[in-house]
């Protein structure tokens, strides 16, 4: 296979939109800081006691740093929406491609259709205490997939715009927090408690936890390559914007992990974390400054959770795309609008698994944080940690085969070794940690359920991948390739385009 050319790789999709800036508003919106603030080191904090959590993610940057090397210089070779897929087809073949295809589209689908559970419960308790406005979660969480689902269908570019004015406003309002706690320390002055390696390894066992909990934080960070196709300078926009996003975000989550430990006292802060109406770390910000500015600051972390909900709705299409672009998913999910370029099939689709999903959780009465939210959230981080750990052999496997690109063996073999070593680590722990993560009995059902979703989803992406090598090799050949899809040769093949063809040819009308 010979290594691909920009020009030749999206048909459909809006050429040359994103500039290092705006992509860099996609993959930092993913992971949202806000949210992680809120959300997840409250939540690792209340889980370990751990205050040693701020230097876990210096630690973790450094890892995805590491994995990151060969990531990147992989994506300077090849252009495509595809990411994890078209990285494991290209460097371990069609049959692993197409199963990290599948644990991508259910990871990413996951993360996104949690965060609707997420998103009804903050907005709820908003508009509840400010406005007293008394409606359930789920009908905050029907105008939020709405306003994404709408946004979806427009050109990537107006996204990106959106979440940029989002992502600024919500890193002011963490700026703010982390101003404040540094300058009234509970204790009476800074405690750097929380850059101690030796509180990180004081709880023993519970620094896996608090590695696994991180690693989820990071979540969305990679999301750069599924644009390289809508970006201005692939072989470099991606690379630049990868690095500025692992690199921010393991700072600015440690600095404000840090500021949370000082604005509660290394002493009281797991207690208060575990306390439910502790409100953290808003009660701090209403304390230092005014209700008002605590107020904006729950406001922002509604739109926090929304950003992400958005730059992971369009990952997820994207991920459909480039499958139905290449024949491993229906010819109609790579249609794309003529108008704004956007992907419409997987916008279209993922709000229809989202609505699906959402609505069997609010008909079953499931809980959205601890259910939907904690659930989901879960069966996503264990997806992507495979497919990193994935990605780092199929960097190794690609530039064996590719030994006349200009990389030098940091970036062909010892990083992606490295961080396919560590990162395999922090995964088993995640999996053998689920009681922890999702708040369960060790032992119970749910902690094989859900790290089992990933394991069929593997294993049936694999089966799907060895009948299309079988049925239609020729399709098979072009797998993570880019190229226009091939008109399958058998029976099943035919039935697939001649299912797809009208549906297809209506989409692209819009």
């Known amino acids: 296979m010979s290594v691909q050319e920009p020009a030749a790789l999206a048909p459909g999709l809006a050429q040359r939109q994103l500039g290092t800036l705006k992509l860099t508003f996609y993959t930092v919106s993913a992971s949202a800081p806000l949210t992680v603030l809120g959300g997840g080191v409250v939540a690792t904090l209340a889980v370990t006691g751990n205050v040693g959590t701020p230097l876990s993610f210096l630690i973790l940057g450094l890892a995805l740093a590491l ?171 991606v690379a630049r914007a990868t690095y500025i996003a692992v690199g921010f975000t393991s700072i600015f989550y440690c600095l404000s ?75 109609f999910t790579e249609s794309t609008s003529t108008r704004t370029g956007a992907p419409i099939a997987g916008s279209l689709l993922q709000s229809l698994l989202a609505a699906i999903v959402v609505a069997i959780f609010v008909f079953t009465d499931a809980d959205p944080m601890t259910q939907l939210f904690t659930w989901l959230s879960y069966i996503a981080a264990v997806g992507i940690l495979l497919l990193m750990v994935g990605t780092s052999i199929a960097v190794i496997g690609f530039f064996r085969r590719q030994p006349d690109l200009s990389e030098g063996v940091w970036h062909r073999v010892i990083a992606p070794a490295l961080s396919a070593v560590v990162l395999a680590i922090i995964l088993v722990i995640t999996v053998l940690k689920a009681d922890a993560m999702l708040s369960a009995d060790k032992g119970s059902v749910l902690t094989y359920v859900m790290p089992g979703i990933i394991g069929i989803t593997t294993v049936v992406g694999i089966i799907w991948g060895l009948i299309l090598r079988s049925i239609d090799p020729r399709l098979y050949d072009g797998i993570g390739t880019g190229g226009t899809r091939t008109a399958p040769d058998d029976g099943l093949g035919s039935l697939l385009n001649a299912r797809d063809n009208a549906a297809t040819g209506d989409l692209q009308r819009f």
């Open 67 to 237: 994995w990151a090397v060969g990531y990147t210089a992989m994506s300077r070779y090849l252009v495509h929406g595809g990411a994890f897929y078209t990285y494991l087809a290209r460097g371990l073949g069609g049959v692993w491609g197409v199963a990290g295809a599948a644990v991508a589209l259910v990871a990413y689908n996951g993360i996104q259709i949690g965060l609707y559970g997420l998103f009804g419960v903050v907005t709820s308790a908003l508009a509840q205490a400010e406005f007293s406005l008394d409606l359930r979660w789920y009908v905050w969480a029907v105008i939020a997939w709405l306003v994404v689902g709408v946004l979806g269908l427009f050109k990537v570019d107006l996204s990106a715009k959106v979440l940029g004015v989002l992502l600024v406003l919500e890193i002011l309002a963490v700026s703010f927090f982390d101003a404040g706690a540094f300058g009234h320390p509970a204790v009476g002055h800074i405690s750097w408690e929380g850059l101690s390696f030796g509180q990180l390894l004081l709880t023993g066992g519970a620094i896996g936890v608090v590695l696994a909990f991180g690693t989820a934080a990071f979540v969305g960070f990679e999301s750069g390559p599924v644009y390289s196709a809508e970006a201005r300078d692939p072989r470099r926009t």
């Open 257 to 331: 992990a840090l500021a949370l430990i000082i604005a509660a006292g290394p002493d009281k802060v797991a207690d208060m974390a575990r306390d439910p109406n502790a409100g953290m770390p808003f009660n701090f910000i209403e304390q230092y400054y005014n209700h008002t500015v605590a107020t904006i600051a729950n406001c922002l972390l509604v739109t926090s959770v929304f950003a992400a909900l958005l730059s992971f709705h369009n990952v997820v299409s994207r991920y459909f795309w480039a499958a139905g672009h290449e024949g491993v998913l229906p010819r």
